[in-house]
């Protein structure tokens, strides 16, 4: 690929994240359909097909959220790749729509790359791309056997984690330690909604936590009814705790609960932690991280890429979590996309070399 198809390719990029998110290029066709699941049933999938003959194929996968596949940003990702005549699968994977983070994950990841690679490689070269939590399942599944010996072309992560145990403590601190030097950001209750809604029913903490677990799956699906009902009939800590953990106050009760988690479950968090194996992945690997990511520290990227054989990192102002940043000055804009566009030329040569 060279240097003027490279730029190009980046230019449609940036322009899609900003441009795709409710509208599809007419370049692109997009595509409901299914994949058969680990047992046979149909699993849904969507696939973004380019208008020209591709020469790659790219699998997205999402991170914990019950929107899935049809996750909007997830879609305007999708779209902003596939206009560069890649042929992009989005696809479902079960236990990460319904919020457990469990080992299950990574079967059905590795199990979605098999059927994408007997069914439409064709000497099309794969490659990956997970954001916040899917890009650990992407990361692990590069050591499953499968793909060691049909390797993928490269690994794109996204505002990923390293170390679940630095990211919890985030999660309540809000503070980045860099060089010595402090920054806080104010983080975003999601991440703490989601470990709660995983860990507490396993952990003993002193009173029954039910009506708790049942609060949480009420927020996590917006169904705010029947949480409102729930808060009227509550009273104590159990009431306690869901508004600390909606509101996002950070509670001695909440810090307490945290450390029972990471003392209690730490051997499920080492699994998706890469700070524990990641260092026996060979692949090529390019980490993005925004600076201002509410939801991920991006010291967790820059730990990863100095434990990772093979990497390039951008950490850059330009995005946040979910979104590219409308908060830094034009100046620094410029200067972000310049980097942005250096990054992105670099994933791009690999991507259709």
């Known amino acids: ?60 996968y999402p991170g914990a ?11 305007t990702l999708a779209r902003s790749l596939a ?52 890009g650990v399942i992407v990361l692990k599944a590069c050591l499953d056997p499968f793909l060691i010996k049909n390797k993928p072309k ?22 980045i330690n860099h060089n010595g030097e402090t920054i806080e950001i104010k983080p975003d209750p999601w991440s703490i909604i989601v470990l709660f809604h995983n860990y507490l029913h396993q952990i003993d903490v002193g009173y029954e936590t039910k009506e708790i677990q049942d609060g949480l799956s009420y927020l996590i699906h917006q169904d705010d009814d029947k949480l409102k009902d729930l808060m009227n009939n509550l009273n104590g800590p159990q009431k306690s705790l869901i508004n600390d953990i909606v509101n996002l ?12 988690i990471l003392k209690d479950c730490s051997d499920q968090l080492e699994f998706f932690s890469p700070k524990f194996w990641c260092d026996n992945i060979s692949n090529n690997v390019f980490i993005l991280h925004g ?31 979910r979104e590219i940043s409308n908060k830094i000055p034009f100046i620094r804009k410029f200067h972000e996309t310049f980097n942005i566009y250096k990054f992105l030329s670099k994933y791009f040569n690999k991507v259709f070399s």
């Open 154 to 175: 490269s690994i794109l992560v996204f505002g990923t984690s390293y170390d679940v145990s630095t990211s919890m403590k985030f999660m309540y601190s809000g503070k």
């Open 249 to 260: 106050n950070i509670s001695d009760e909440v810090k307490r609960i945290m450390s029972i």
């Open 1 to 60: 690929m060279n240097a003027i198809n490279r730029i190009q390719s980046v230019s449609r990029t940036i322009y899609g994240l900003k441009k795709y998110q409710d509208l599809s290029p007419s370049s692109i066709e997009e595509e409901d359909s299914f994949y058969p699941g680990l047992n046979n049933e149909n699993i849904p999938l969507k696939i973004f097909n380019p208008s020209k003959p591709y020469s790659s194929i790219l699998i997205l």
């Open 83 to 134: 206009v560069n005549g890649v042929k992009v699968f989005l696809p479902r994977i079960p236990p990460l729509i319904n919020l457990e983070l469990t080992e299950e994950i990574f079967p059905w990841t590795v199990h979605f790359y098999k059927w994408v690679f007997n069914n439409f490689a064709n000497n099309n070269p794969i490659n990956l791309a997970g954001v916040s939590f899917g």
């Open 65 to 75: 959220t019950v929107k899935g596949e049809s996750h909007p940003r997830m879609i």
């Open 291 to 321: 600076t201002n990511d509410s939801l991920s520290p991006y010291t967790e990227s820059v730990k990863l890429n100095s434990k990772l054989q093979n990497s390039d990192l951008l950490i850059t102002r330009l995005f946040e979590h």
